[in-house]
Nanobody
Framework: QVELVESGGGLVQPGGSLRLSCAASGRIASISVISWFRQAPGREREWVAGIRWTDFGGIYYSDSVKGRFAISKDKPVSTVYLQMDDLKPEDTAVYYC??????????????????WGQGTQVTVSS
């Protein structure tokens, strides 16, 4: 079993920044990949960014956030971060982190992931 807890959401003005954290616990050694997803009201869950937990490299972004968001990991504290800069109103959503146990798979497919956090709200508004 893997537990994921997100934090760092909040209200920010357009052009501002936030850093989300995803703290993992439990059977951390079984994790292969971790991604961030987001879901706005009335919309499907959307993949944002992903990172391989077990090796170097392997960082991927959706086109909608490339150049503005950065995903990173700190393995000693079992945490994955999502640095979000130049935030836009369309970034408003609940942000979730998700952990997958399989090395191969489609990054943007929710079905790839075995564990999910409870989500943290990000609101971008003036």
């Amino acid at each position: 079993q893997v537990e994921l807890v997100e934090s760092g959401g909040g209200l920010v003005q357009p052009g501002g920044s936030l850093r989300l954290s995803c703290a993992a616990s439990g059977r951390i050694a079984s994790i292969s990949v971790i991604s961030w997803f987001r879901q706005a009201p009335g919309r499907e869950r959307e993949w944002v960014a992903g990172i391989r937990w077990t090796d170097f490299g392997g960082i991927y972004y959706s086109d909608s956030v490339k150049g503005r968001f950065a995903i990173s990991k700190d393995k000693p504290v079992s945490t994955v971060y999502l640095q979000m800069d130049d935030l836009k109103p369309e970034d408003t959503a609940v942000y979730y982190c998700a952990a997958g146990l399989q090395y191969a798979g489609t990054w943007h497919s929710p079905g790839r992931y075995d564990y999910w956090g409870q989500g943290t709200q990000v609101t971008v508004s003036s």
